[in-house]
């Protein structure tokens, strides 16, 4: 008997809900929407009311400054405009049948992340073990589980390297918000020669409701510079301040 009413009871109060008034439809439906600063999003709240008139619909916690609230009947579209990291927050749709009221948050997520990577050093020496350094710019949010950098060989991961940590700075900048640098360093062993020419860092930013964006940095490789390259370089060096120093005696003799 209580497992009957248990199971009844989320479906008596749906019908006394659609009673009252429809439950409020909103587009995007995700309780997370991100936005790229710069860029532009709409949200729109809609609900209708079971005896036919129009539901009191509005959208909530948002500075006029920030964003444009158009209602109508039954509806409400929020408008935000070339966002700003200052439009971030929690906004809620309020819909009304009557005195029955429901309320819907949803969070707005203004990310940065342009194409703006560096690397440190910019050139790989084939043959030697060394520490590289791989930094994204002006990024927000910069947390790990939204922000990942790696470091691929073609399409894959470069096996063999080992992970020193990433860490987080603030990005020194004047303005609204406050935007961060991460960088991520590894230990490589000894590539081989030539070093690769095909590796990249790659920076992830993972958001809810989105596809996964990613930038690509190549990393050039230099070979070496071998013992022998180095002596025949010498010498040829000498050769030719000796040719330039006998051509320079000679132009100071006087002529007969």
Avoid: Y
């Amino acid at each position: 008997m209580e497992q009957g009413l248990t199971f009844l009871l989320p479906l008596l109060l749906g019908l006394l809900q659609q009673g009252r008034g429809g439950r409020l439809e909103v587009e995007p439906p995700e309780p997370v929407v991100a936005v790229a600063v710069g860029e532009s999003r709409q949200l729109t709240c809609r609900r209708a009311c079971a005896d036919g008139r129009a539901a009191v619909v509005q959208w909530r916690g948002l500075d006029t400054s920030l964003g444009a609230v158009q209602s109508g009947a039954g509806s409400s579209v929020l408008s935000v405009h070339n966002a700003s990291l200052s439009s971030a927050g929690i906004h809620t749709c309020v819909g009304t049948c009557g005195t029955h009221t429901l309320r819907h948050p949803v969070r707005l997520l203004v990310f940065a992340f342009p194409d703006q990577l560096t690397v440190s050093p910019e050139a790989l020496v084939a043959g030697q073990a060394q520490e590289l350094a791989c930094t994204a710019h002006n990024i927000t949010p910069a947390s790990p589980d939204v922000l990942s950098l790696s470091l691929l060989l073609g399409d894959q991961e470069l096996e063999g390297v080992q992970d020193l940590g990433q860490e987080e700075d603030e990005e020194p900048q004047e303005g609204e918000g406050q935007l961060f640098q991460v960088t991520k360093r590894w230990q490589l062993p000894p590539l081989g020669k030539p070093a690769p020419l095909t590796l990249h860092c790659q920076a992830t930013m993972r958001l809810p409701g989105m596809e996964p964006r990613s930038h690509r940095k190549p990393i050039s490789g230099s070979p070496p510079m071998s013992a022998a390259l180095w002596m025949g370089s010498l010498v040829l060096g000498l050769l030719l301040l000796a040719f330039l120093t006998r051509r320079l005696w000679r132009c100071r003799q006087p002529t007969r």
